[in-house]
């Protein structure tokens, strides 16, 4: 594996690989790995010829300084971890190579980012935007792979895609869960044991409001949702949304077309999770 860290080393490596005829596949991520980025990893090889993994905690996209300063940084064991799930390159660039200067770009997502995340966390989904168009500029990937725990990160990255005209295809990717039902997240590591211990009951909840689904309304399902994981004590739910899987309108009635995707943030403690399934 090679281990990159400037634009101009990356975009010499790739323009070989593309003489050379082979595919471009794409993972971003902000490091502290774990299974969830390696299964990404793994369906990128699956798809690609070459697999390039970009490592780097990006400052825009946070509204919340003290967020960014605890987010886990472990580069050394993320290359190690990339290095034996067959990634080819590792991109882990400086802030000053990505943001020489300030970026000042503003993306309209329109109602995509009116909602949920776009709507607790003002700035964030401009932050994603602006890394990830910067990444793909220098990655130049054919297939770039997301999870679909940052269910409304991959709406705002296709229609990022759209409107900037890249030909590049976006791969939604599979939660992956502990054997507890925690989704995995770099946050994960930050979460104390008692905290640690409680965070299942947020999938368990949404497992169990599935099957409530047929007996309430969408709004009663709803505050359902809420109130049984505030019941957990460690657990403090900011939202829940149930919205259309493509579109991500707001559902208000079951009869309503198409696939629905009930999508929660949870604080427990400092440490602010999100999770969603599919109904
Ligand atoms: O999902 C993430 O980890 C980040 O938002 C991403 C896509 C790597 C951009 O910084």
Redesign the pocket.
């Given at each position: 594996m090679k281990v990159i860290h400037t634009k101009e080393g990356l975009t010499d490596l790739i323009g070989n690989y593309k003489k050379e005829g082979k595919t471009i596949g794409f993972v971003?991520?902000?490091g502290a790995l774990h299974e969830g980025?390696l299964s990404l990893v793994t369906q990128c090889k699956k798809n690609s010829d070459v697999a390039v993994v970009?490592v780097?905690?990006?400052p825009t996209?946070f509204n919340d300084p003290e967020d960014l300063k605890r987010y886990p940084r472990t580069p050394e064991k993320d290359c190690a971890l990339l290095e034996t799930a067959g990634c080819d390159v590792a991109f882990l660039p400086s802030v000053e190579e990505i943001y020489p200067e300030k970026d000042t770009r503003k993306f309209d997502f329109g109602y995509l980012e009116s909602i949920m995340e776009g709507a607790k966390r003002p700035g964030h989904f401009n932050?994603?935007g602006q890394?990830?168009s910067r990444?793909f500029d220098i990655v130049q990937p054919d297939k770039a792979f997301?999870?679909m725990?940052?269910f409304q990160?991959v709406a705002i990255?296709k229609n990022m895609v759209r409107q900037l005209n890249y030909t590049l295809e976006i791969i939604p990717c599979p939660i992956v869960r502990e054997a507890s039902g925690l989704a995995l997240s770099?946050r994960n590591a930050l979460l104390d044991k008692e905290h640690k211990e409680n965070a299942p009951h947020i999938y368990a909840t949404l497992k169990k409001a599935r099957e409530l689904a047929s007996q309430m309304s969408v709004n009663e399902l709803k505050k359902w949702i809420a109130d049984e994981i505030n019941r957990n004590p460690f657990l403090e739910t900011e939202y829940v949304e149930i919205v259309d899987d493509t579109t991500l309108k707001v559902i208000n009635d079951w009869k309503e077309e198409g696939t629905k995707v009930a999508c929660v943030a949870v604080y427990a403690g400092k440490i602010r999770l999100i999770d969603n399934i599919v109904f």
């Open positions: 971003p991520t902000m980025h970009s780097f905690v990006n996209q932050g994603v890394v990830v990444l997301f999870g725990k940052d990160q990255i770099s």
